[in-house]
């Protein structure tokens, strides 16, 4: 009997103390673990608010982005919300009417007033740029563009969100953040992998931005960003006067001091190979001449005749007119004597250029399938065109065939893209649901939402640290019951040995 008892005693398993420190411990884990697992769970979402306004040649869009609140720094996690489109044409066409222009975006902020919760109001900071019809309304009348930018300004300033500037930017701007906008959407900015480039055509301006294989010859071209810890070095140029509503407006002025010589009647017929045959409109030839991009075209005026003939070879040879392909101070140009080293990569090709080739089907082919249905196209007759089309806006629709060619001819003559690397141009509107645009790039900028350098991440995603504790606090406890097992099985058989 003595013996047995002082076996009971050695065993430290049958003491109370013992059995309570355990039952401490394993609690004490399993709060560790609960009160870890707790602190770190993501709080539920907040999201912050920027509004851009996009004041274009020929229109303005107000656009509404939305992020997560703790994951600004990340890439990809800022997405349109709502865009409204401004009713009328573009903020340079108040030159006349500054106080309209202000006036004008009041149904699309009192939208945005709607679209963000009002406890975000006076934290959203809106922006407003204006591209190239503002850059041309400066050239012609700075006095009047002053005013037109004062108007939008106090406008915008009228409501409750945080005002934070109304101004022109440049094209260099315009070209880049479109270029941080696309591969920030494509999530290409963190990623080893290549960029896309990104061609934006306007009505009044277009951009070419890349990152080339050769040196850049020309300061004015290079732009270089440091953004989550890679450095980039830019290729950028943009055309003033070579949006597609400034060519249009170029070559048929051209056609005009070339044909109005020869034929001094009137009202006289333009002929022009970029319209449907049996397309005819009287038109004034103020409403050609009406732009600083004319320069050096002699002007007429009256009216005329606007004959379309359908000819899209022909359409092509006067579009290259516009193109002065003549001298070329560096090694290589593009047009007008403007460096570009030889276009190379993906590239991104939106507004206008997808506008137009999207809705004549042709964001798919080969360069020759293109110009082919892009030829059949333009011959068919304007009757038949506004048949098969009859919700289309009719001058939208009558310049589909011009603006086609213009893109092809940009892309080819212009930019040297060819045959062979015409797959690499992508015609897209949006990236994830965000339209391409230099907006979203401007924004990210202006509120250093990239930053130079990549952002430090946890260890571990939070899933996968919540099923590591998990595992882990599990694993003491099964280990902690074997040890609990183990000597009690040996207690017992010493027992057992000495009965
Ligand atoms: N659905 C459409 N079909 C064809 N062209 C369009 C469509 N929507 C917009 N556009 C054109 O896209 C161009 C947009 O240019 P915009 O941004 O206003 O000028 P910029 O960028 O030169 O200041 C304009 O030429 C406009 O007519
Ligand atoms: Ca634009």
């Not at 379309?308 to 040879?317: V, Y």
């Not at 809705?359 to 009757?383: A, E, G, H, R, V």
């Not at 893109?407 to 990236?431: A, P, V």
Request: proline content about 5%; charged content about 20%; aromatic content about 12%.
């Amino acid at each position: 009997m003595d013996e047995q008892r002082e076996v009971k005693v050695q065993n430290p398993w049958h003491r109370p103390v013992v059995i309570f420190l355990a039952g401490v411990i394993t609690g004490g884990i399993i709060i560790m673990v609960a009160i870890s697992v707790i602190q770190y769970k993501p709080l539920p979402q907040k999201y912050k608010y920027g509004i851009v306004l996009d004041a274009g040649s020929s229109h303005t869009s107000v656009f509404i982005y939305e992020w997560p609140a703790e994951k600004e720094n990340n890439t990809g996690m800022v997405r349109q919300k709502h865009t409204c489109n401004v009713e009328g044409k573009g903020i340079s066409s108040y030159s006349n009417n500054p106080v309209g222009a202000g006036r004008s975006l009041q149904k699309c902020m009192e939208e945005a007033k709607k679209t963000i919760p009002a406890h975000r109001h006076h934290e959203t900071p809106v922006y407003l740029g204006a591209t190239a019809g503002m850059r041309l309304l400066k050239m012609e009348n700075e006095d009047a563009s002053e005013k037109v930018l004062e108007s939008v300004a106090h406008s915008l300033k009228s409501y409750p969100f945080s005002y934070q500037g109304a101004r022109i930017i440049t094209g260099q701007e315009e070209g880049a953040f479109g270029w941080i906008t696309v591969n920030y959407l494509s999530k290409n900015l963190r990623k080893p992998t290549g960029t896309l480039g990104a061609l934006d055509l306007g009505g009044a301006s277009t951009q070419i931005t890349f990152v080339p294989q050769q040196e850049i010859e020309s300061q004015d071209n290079s732009i270089d960003f440091r953004l989550y810890g890679n450095n980039y070095h830019l290729y950028t140029h943009s055309f003033l006067c070579y949006g597609k509503d400034q060519v249009l407006k170029i070559s048929m002025g051209k056609k005009m001091e070339s044909t109005f010589k020869a034929d001094e009647t009137h009202p006289i017929e333009l002929k022009d190979p970029c319209f449907h045959p049996g397309y005819n409109l009287t038109k004034t030839a103020g409403s050609v001449f009406d732009t600083p991009c004319m320069e050096g075209v002699k002007m007429a005026n009256g009216s005329f005749f606007h004959v379309g003939t359908g000819n899209w070879s022909q359409c092509q040879q006067s579009i290259r007119k516009v193109f002065n392909t003549s001298y070329c101070p560096y090694s290589r140009c593009s047009f007008n004597g403007i460096f570009q080293p030889s276009v190379d990569g993906n590239f991104g090709a939106f507004s206008a250029f997808f506008f137009v080739m999207d809705f004549l089907n042709l964001t798919s082919d080969s360069l020759d399938i293109t110009k082919q249905n892009l030829s059949t196209y333009c011959s068919t007759p304007w009757k038949k065109i506004v048949q098969n089309h009859p919700k289309t806006k009719e001058k939208y629709l009558s310049e589909y065939c011009f603006s086609a060619t213009y893109i092809l001819t940009l892309l080819e003559d212009g930019y040297k893209f060819t045959s062979k690397n015409w797959k690499d141009i992508k015609f897209i509107k949006k990236i994830e649901d965000s339209d391409a645009g230099w907006t979203l790039g401007y924004m990210l900028n202006l509120t250093n939402m990239i930053p130079a350098e990549a952002p430090d991440t946890p260890l571990m995603p939070y899933g996968g640290y919540v099923a590591f504790m998990l595992l882990f606090s599990l694993l003491i406890l099964v280990l902690l019951l074997m040890v609990y097992l183990y000597f009690r099985r040996s207690s017992r058989t010493a027992q057992k040995d000495i009965i």
